[in-house]
């Protein structure tokens, strides 16, 4: 297996800018062991059955991308440096403290001791700068201040593929799953984005139950592997919570013969994670790494309802180890040859796991 396996070229027109209206409209491809089915969101309670169990993630997105200007700098060479560089910086992991792990555009005119006065009256410091590009922002006053002041003034850190001149308040919304709860992630878990309250509303009609999870999705979960051999990706680590009732509710589901469908890669990734090998459930709150590539072996999910991936990304290895390689292979034709629309507002496809 190599990283090369899970390639494929995808024209640019099939990634979708925004997502469909209403959101049930978005077009559903079922993937079975023996067939593929074209239906729509709205028709997600039809495959489903009656005790059938929904786990979704409850994250919410942070707004974390800030624009500004670069401030009073130290002196270099003798000479003090030019202020006023315009930076912009997607704010991705909490360090606690109002201390922030932060992508930054262009990084390399950010020096340590550096002072940015984003939009909205933030000012932080650049205190790190490491290996991997990313640099380390202590903002000034308490980090509850600085969530206040995010959801007013920031943009949604939207994924580099949906194009934006400038940021979009349509996207606050749009970018945000109707589950969203606890605020933590810096990347939506894009399979929620299709669900509305009347949908939910027909899925319960149905006997179809749903519990919530938390992973808060960082950037790691989305970037593309780049070694050869997919073994040597690291994944990045994610914080999640599975509480005591959700924890019961699957095991319970289970037992009695209901199937486990996992609304996203992230709800997955965290089940598979806080189980033993029986597939039994436990309560957990903590860190997790899971990668999950062809050969590994589910022990909770049945069915998996996910969008279209990225080629060479870790999700693409997911959704293929998931459902088998080959039959992803022929799904992703089918819906590039149907015009189906691609990644975060695109559409979806729900996944039976192969055996």
Same mark, same amino acid.
């Given at each position: 297996?190599?990283? +090369?396996?899970?390639?494929?070229?995808?024209?640019?027109?099939?990634? +979708?800018?925004?997502?469909?209206?209403?959101?049930?409209?978005?077009?559903?491809?079922?993937?079975?062991?023996?067939?593929?089915?074209? =239906?729509?969101? =709205? #028709?997600?309670?039809?495959?489903?059955?009656?005790?059938?169990?929904?786990?979704?993630?409850?994250?919410?997105?942070?707004?974390?991308?800030?624009?500004?200007?670069?401030?009073?700098?130290? +002196?270099?060479?003798?000479?003090?440096?030019?202020?006023?560089?315009?930076?912009?910086?997607?704010? !991705?992991?909490? *360090?606690?403290?109002?201390?922030?792990?932060?992508?930054?555009?262009?990084?390399?005119?950010?020096?340590?001791?550096?002072?940015?006065?984003?939009?909205?009256?933030?000012?932080?410091?650049?205190?790190?700068?490491?290996?991997?590009?990313?640099?380390?922002?202590?903002? #000034? $006053?308490?980090?509850?201040?600085?969530?206040?002041?995010?959801?007013?003034?920031?943009?949604?850190?939207?994924?580099?593929?949906?194009? =934006?001149?400038?940021?979009?308040?349509?996207?606050?919304?749009?970018?945000? @799953?109707?589950?969203?709860? /606890?605020?933590?992630?810096?990347?939506?878990?894009?399979?929620?984005?299709?669900?509305?309250?009347? %949908?939910?509303?027909?899925?319960?009609?149905?006997?179809?139950?749903?519990?919530?999870?938390?992973?808060?999705?960082?950037?790691?979960?989305?970037?593309?592997?780049?070694?050869?051999?997919?073994? #040597?990706?690291?994944? /990045?680590?994610?914080?999640?919570?599975?509480?005591?009732?959700?924890?019961?509710?699957?095991?319970?589901?289970?037992?009695?013969?209901?199937?486990?469908?996992?609304?996203?890669?992230?709800? *997955?990734?965290?089940?598979?994670?806080?189980?033993?090998?029986?597939?039994?459930?436990?309560?957990?709150?903590?860190?997790?790494?899971?990668?999950?590539?062809? $050969?590994?072996?589910?022990?909770?999910?049945? *069915? *998996?309802?996910?969008?279209? !991936? %990225?080629?060479?990304?870790?999700?693409?290895?997911?959704?293929?180890?998931?459902?088998?390689?080959?039959?992803?292979?022929?799904?992703?034709? !089918?819906?590039?040859? @149907?015009?189906? =629309?691609?990644?975060?507002?695109?559409?979806?496809?729900?996944?039976?796991?192969?055996?």
């Amino acid at each position: 297996m190599r990283t +090369a396996d899970f390639d494929y070229h995808l024209p640019r027109d099939m990634i +979708a800018q925004r997502p469909a209206e209403p959101r049930e409209a978005a077009r559903l491809l079922e993937v079975r062991r023996d067939a593929f089915v074209d =239906r729509t969101i =709205r #028709d997600l309670p039809s495959p489903l059955r009656p005790g059938d169990l929904l786990v979704f993630n409850d994250t919410k997105v942070i707004p974390t991308r800030l624009f500004g200007r670069r401030g009073g700098s130290p +002196a270099r060479d003798g000479a003090a440096e030019r202020s006023g560089a315009k930076i912009e910086a997607t704010l !991705h992991r909490s *360090l606690g403290h109002g201390i922030w792990r932060a992508l930054a555009k262009p990084g390399r005119r950010l020096r340590l001791g550096d002072v940015v006065e984003f939009d909205g009256g933030l000012s932080a410091t650049v205190v790190e700068r490491l290996d991997t590009g990313e640099i380390t922002l202590a903002f #000034d $006053g308490s980090e509850a201040s600085l969530y206040a002041a995010l959801e007013r003034t920031g943009s949604m850190p939207l994924p580099p593929y949906i194009k =934006r001149d400038a940021a979009d308040p349509r996207d606050r919304e749009d970018y945000q @799953t109707v589950f969203a709860r /606890h605020p933590g992630a810096i990347a939506a878990p894009t399979a929620g984005l299709h669900f509305t309250e009347n %949908l939910l509303a027909a899925l319960h009609a149905r006997g179809i139950e749903r519990r919530g999870v938390t992973l808060h999705v960082g950037t790691g979960t989305f970037l593309s592997v780049t070694t050869e051999d997919p073994r #040597d990706h690291r994944m /990045h680590a994610e914080q999640g919570e599975i509480t005591g009732e959700t924890a019961r509710a699957v095991n319970e589901t289970r037992e009695a013969g209901g199937r486990i469908v996992a609304v996203g890669t992230t709800s *997955l990734r965290l089940l598979e994670s806080a189980c033993n090998d029986t597939g039994w459930v436990g309560e957990f709150r903590g860190e997790i790494d899971l990668f999950i590539t062809p $050969g590994y072996r589910f022990r909770v999910v049945d *069915l *998996l309802l996910t969008n279209f !991936h %990225l080629p060479r990304s870790t999700l693409l290895m997911l959704v293929s180890a998931f459902a088998g390689m080959e039959r992803i292979r022929a799904a992703y034709a !089918h819906a590039k040859r @149907t015009g189906y =629309r691609f990644y975060s507002y695109g559409d979806a496809c729900l996944l039976h796991r192969e055996t």
